[in-house]
Every structure is written in C-alpha cells, then in structure tokens.
C-alpha cells in the first residue's frame, strides 16, 4: 500500500495561465512588496525571484522583466545581466545555505519542459553530495526543510551581505 502526501498549493500552478497578461514574471515585478513576491533582487533589465515551487531550498530564478520567449530574442544589455545576475544569486546561495555545487539552466519550449514557454528565465538551483532524494525518484515528491519565508529572509541576508561589501 503507498501512502499518499497531499500539496494542494501545486494546484494554482498547474492551473495557472500563462501570457502577457497572466504571467507571473510580468506581473509580480510590476507589484511592490518584494518579499510577498519573494524577489530578492531587481536590476535594470532582469531580477531574481525565488520559485515558489522549487526543487531544493534556494532555488532561483533569474529573468528579464521583458515577456521574451525565446533567448535569441534577448538583447545584449538584458544577457549581461542576467549571466551577472546568475553568478550573483550563486554567491547569496553560497553565503545562505553552503552548496556543493549548482545545476544552472534554461528550458526553452514545452518539449524542453519549460514550465513558462513564453517568459524565459534561468534556474539557479543549490545542490549537495548526496542530495538526491528517494522521494523525488518513487513518488514525485520533493521534501522541503524549510519554508519559503524563512528562506526568502535567509537569502535576502546574503544578498544584502553582498552589497555592503
């Protein structure tokens, strides 16, 4: 007999529409509580945000505030900061939570298993020496240690660390 770990919070997700007027990294950035939000950081062109629905504690995102679908469609002021971008929100995980290494990537497309096809953005995710998760492999679950508030708060640290040095 399998038990059964319920995540009703999965299902505004897989419902949600996406689109100009529905995306969420169109929409959260025109909103000004960042921390609701769960942006950590805005640039000029891009910003980091947290995934709300993520793989392990840290994990996150970085995209342009244009509604790009596609990276060759990014101009080279908006690639330049988000690959900043990237290699900063690897130091605040580093600072935050002591990885041992990162898997940093972008799905372009449904069929490349993009979760937002039309707003391209990149995966900062933290890994750990032997982080792989039983859960993950037999019942589609992730376990999370930590809730997203205490690692927005625990990550914004870091990134405010960065900035006083």
């Known amino acids: 007999m399998s038990e059964r770990l319920w995540a009703p919070w999965r299902l505004t997700y897989i419902e949600k529409k996406d689109g100009p007027d529905g995306c969420f990294l169109v929409e959260l950035p025109k909103q000004q509580n960042d921390r609701d939000n769960l942006i950590l950081h805005r640039g000029r062109t ?9 793989y392990t504690n840290g994990h996150l995102l970085v995209a342009p505030y244009r509604h790009v679908g ?12 988000i690959n900043q971008l990237v290699a900063r929100a690897c130091g605040w ?5 002591g990885p041992d290494g990162f898997n940093i990537g972008v799905n372009l497309g449904s069929a490349a298993g993009a979760g937002v096809p039309t707003h391209i953005h990149w995966h900062v995710v ?3 020496m032997g982080d792989t998760n039983f859960m993950t492999v037999v019942g589609e679950v992730r376990v999370m240690p930590q809730s997203l508030t205490e690692s927005y708060d625990r990550l914004r640290a870091a990134a405010d660390a960065e900035e006083r040095s």
């Not at 990014?74 to 900061?81: C, K, R, V």
């Open 46 to 54: 891009a910003f980091v945000i947290m995934n709300a629905f993520p």
């Open 70 to 81: 596609d990276i060759a469609d990014l101009d080279d002021d908006e690639l330049l900061e």
């Open 93 to 97: 995980i580093r600072r935050a939570y």
């Open 126 to 128: 933290p890994r750990w």
